[in-house]
T-cell receptor
Framework: DARVTQTPRDKVTEMGQEVTMRCQPI?????VFWYRQTMMQGLELLAY????????DSGMPKDRFSAEMPDATLATLKIQPSEPRDSAVYFC???????????????FGPGTRLTVL | SQELEQSPQSLIVQEGKNLTINCTSS?????LYWYKQKYGEGLIFLMM?????EEKSHEKITAKLDEKKQQSSLHITASQPSHAGIYLC??????????????FGRGTQLTVWP
């Protein structure tokens, strides 16, 4: 049963600390997305990659957030330094974005709930 | 970019009642995706619509895309507590460099009470 996995599931940290979230996309998927969900803003796209190359990270605060894909099986989202306003649920999703099948279905991980005190 | 507006923002219905959630796009939709999210969990794919006038059903949930491909509705028949959650619509903007990304609405929170 292929699924997207994320670690950690929950993270509580103090303001100023570095936070790293990890995602393992579904094997064979070529597109990976990072989203942030809050009550106020809903689901926001932070960044996404295709074939490990960043396509769009305009939704991400550049001064403190960074997203990478060291290899095809791992995507990371890092916040340094973290701030209370970063508290949210962070989702990773992967997909196939295949023009031959015309489907952009995305498969979501369970999320990382981040609390910055 | 593409903006999606969902209505209502929240809905509380009694078990057994029918309900409809709407999703309106600022631009013509190339594809429209419906997802469901339970509290504390990720989004689960429900259905995808691509053709004007298209309608799909899965169990008691039916989704439609209008002919102009700018509005979609999600209808639940004889709602059950298991239908409770947040329903989000996502828009596929079409071909080109944005291939693969979806634009999401704010979601509709559905509560079904026994």
């Amino acid at each position: 049963d292929a699924r997207v996995t994320q670690t950690p599931r929950d993270k509580v940290t103090e303001m100023g600390q570095e936070v790293t979230m990890r995602c393992q996309p579904i094997l064979g998927h070529n597109t990976v997305f990072w989203y942030r969900q809050t009550m106020m803003q809903g689901l926001e796209l932070l960044a996404y990659f295709r074939n490990r190359a960043p396509l769009d990270d305009s939704g991400m605060p550049k001064d403190r957030f960074s997203a990478e894909m060291p290899d095809a099986t791992l995507a990371t989202l890092k916040i340094q330094p973290s701030e209370p306003r970063d508290s949210a649920v962070y989702f990773c999703a992967s997909g196939l974005g295949d023009p031959r099948t015309s489907t952009n279905e995305q498969f979501f991980g369970p999320g990382t709930r981040l609390t910055v005190l | 970019s593409q903006e999606l507006e969902q209505s209502p923002q929240s809905l509380i219905v009694q078990e057994g009642k029918n309900l409809t959630i709407n999703c309106t796009s600022s631009k013509t939709l190339y594809g429209l995706y419906w997802y469901k999210q339970k509290y504390g969990e990720g989004l689960i794919f429900l259905m995808m619509l691509q053709k004007g006038g298209e309608e799909k059903s899965h169990e008691k949930i039916t989704a439609k895309l209008d002919e102009k491909k700018q509005q979609s509705s999600l209808h639940i028949t004889a709602s059950q507590p298991s239908h409770a959650g947040i329903y989000l619509c996502g828009a596929d903007p079409g071909r080109g460099s944005t291939l693969g990304r979806l634009y999401f609405g704010r979601g509709t929170q559905l509560t079904v009470w026994p």
